[in-house]
């Protein structure tokens, strides 16, 4: 199944169970399905304003790289490397987000944002912060602050993600 098709069947699915949470193995296929398909290419920002682009081909790149150099490394002659670069295919269930997440994550962790590639439409930057141990006050919505009840949080770490307005799209009223 093409990229395209996965990515519209994942789509189609949630939007008909009306709920747009994570799904490991919807992840998964949706990766395999890029990273088989040889022809995969984004669009990225080049410009602050977003109004320059270029088409990169991740794919072509990481098939070449991993694929390539694992065959390489193999000892295979440059006609199977080529082969296995072209042809090799992932299967759906390749497990991805654990690699994906935990690459991301320590990133993180070392103190490094972890930026997006940019879109025209879109910038978006992720960051962890430490919040200290505190006190807030629960209770449903609408409960008088008197009949709150606190609840201590410990010391923990938040992803917090910076999404902007390319300047591209800001107009000035």
Known sequence: MS????????????????KNTFSEKAFNQLTSAMVNEMGYQATIATSKKGDETEVIEPVKEFR????????????ADDAEVNELIDNYTFSPNTPWYPIVSEAITNSLEAKKAFTMLPKSDMNCTLKIVEK?????MVGKPGT???DKKPVLYGRF???????????GLKKTQ
Do not use: L
Not at 157 to 167: A, L, M
């Open 64 to 75: 070449k790289a991993v694929i390539g150099g694992i065959a390489k490394s193999a000892g």
């Open 3 to 18: 990229f395209s098709d996965v990515k519209k069947e994942i789509f189609e699915a949630a939007v008909a169970s009306g």
């Open 132 to 136: 200290e141990e505190h006190v807030n």
């Open 157 to 167: 770490r938040k992803i917090v993600s910076t999404s902007t307005c390319p300047d």
């Open 144 to 146: 008088p602050e008197k």
